[in-house]
């Protein structure tokens, strides 16, 4: 039951996640490049779903009226402080999604791709239209997390978000692009910067909340408690497609 019942369900790929191939492939500048050229729309696709969980849980309408449990209200709106108004290593505030196109741009990877998208957004385009030139992996990703926002679901979104999102990423990846940064000085320095925050701030303090706030959601609800374990498990499935997609080198269209 509760949160041991989610961590059993997705224990088998979460495994494959961490020994996946795609580790030891990057060695060079350019394999990192193409890494973030996927990777940066999973890091777009995530503000989406924070947003659409503090929808959910919190009133964002005009007039205001107390909506849902103070503890939640409370959790998501932390949380969507430090993603989307963080600070850089100047002290600068930035959401966590610029500082990584600023990563992006000193490392030299391409950024065209992802700006024509969010573009594509402010103007009014859908998702799909938006998203139907990229890879399978990458499109597949993105239809899933607005699935998931479709829903309305607070529990699928919280627990899509706490255990299918980022807190995969900065362990597997901070020595790696810290010996590469030794190598290509100054090309690399923002995204380590990006991901020693995300170490910091999602390790010891968002993974926390995040967590509390499924038990909150869920409470002794056990269809609940189902349904999340299986969505938390596809989320994971599709970071493994996404990482596949990245190891066959599959090109990002503009």
């Known amino acids: 039951m ?48 924070l947003k659409g969980l503090q929808r959910a849980l919190t009133c964002v309408t005009i007039p205001w009226v107390p909506m849902g449990s103070p503890d939640t209200r409370f959790l998501i709106n932390e949380i969507v402080v430090g993603e989307e108004s963080d600070v850089d290593a100047d002290g600068r505030r930035f959401s966590h999604f610029e500082l990584y196109l600023r990563a992006m741009e000193q490392a030299g990877a391409d950024t065209a791709a992802i700006r024509g998208l969010v573009n594509g957004v402010l103007n009014g385009q859908s998702i799909s239209a938006l998203t139907s030139t990229l890879p399978p992996s990458v499109k597949g990703f993105l239809d899933f997390t607005f699935e998931v926002i479709a829903t309305g679901k607070a529990h699928v979104m919280a627990a899509v978000f706490t255990y299918g999102r980022e807190d995969l990423i900065p362990g597997m990846f901070y020595a790696l692009v810290k010996d590469l940064n030794r190598q290509f000085p100054g090309k690399l320095d923002i995204f380590i910067y990006y991901l020693e925050r995300h170490i910091e701030v999602d390790g010891d303090h968002h993974s926390p909340l995040a967590q509390q706030m499924v038990k909150e959601l869920c409470r002794e609800d056990e269809a609940k408690w189902a349904e999340s374990a299986i969505y938390a498990r596809k989320a994971l499935e599709w970071r493994n497609e996404l990482w596949s997609g990245i190891l066959a080198g599959q090109e990002i269209i503009q």
């Open 2 to 49: 509760g949160i041991r019942r989610i961590e059993e369900e997705i224990a088998p790929v979460r495994a494959r996640i961490l020994e996946h191939p795609l580790y030891g492939q990057l060695q060079t500048i350019a394999d990192v490049r193409l890494f973030m050229a996927h990777h940066v729309f999973a890091v777009w696709d995530f503000m989406s779903l």
